[in-house]
């Protein structure tokens, strides 16, 4: 085999672990469980909550290799920092997670994300942060 070959079969080999090591997740996550697609609130979007009692983040469900989820974790935080807002566990089986609009203030900033447990490995998938933007009137 010549050397370029090698180098090609040595890259192939630990490429996957690169992109692994990317993204947000918390200590402890596995690369190896995919992160959930987010659908709604869009990331970047300003949500007007006049005359609403409640907002409904939505995600869609992903295959994990296993075969078997065990749980999604869904966390609001205000702002860029750690201001919990609302943290849930969620049903396997279940795509979403509503949070009352006295949570929320107008004017402020919130990042939301939602990660899902491998039922197998217990491994938890890694995730990325939407934000939006909220307003009252």
Do not use: C
Not at 84 to 104: G, L, N, Y
């Amino acid at each position: 085999m010549n050397k370029m070959m090698a180098l090609l079969l040595v890259l192939l080999l630990i490429a996957p672990s690169l992109v692994e090591a990317r993204g947000g997740g918390m200590e402890g996550d596995s690369g190896s469980v995919p992160r959930v697609i987010y659908s709604n609130p869009a990331d970047g979007s300003s949500l007007d909550l006049t005359g609403k009692d409640k907002v409904v983040f939505e995600w869609k469900m992903v295959p994990i290799p296993s075969g078997s989820r065990e749980v999604y974790k869904f966390v609001l935080f205000k702002g860029n920092e750690y201001d919990e807002v609302s943290s849930q566990t969620i049903d396997p089986r279940t795509f979403s997670a509503r949070v009352p609009t006295d949570k929320f203030e107008a004017g402020a900033r919130y990042r939301w994300y939602v990660k899902q447990r491998d039922a197998r490995t217990m491994a938890w998938s890694r995730y990325d942060s939407w934000y939006f933007k909220v307003s009252k009137k």
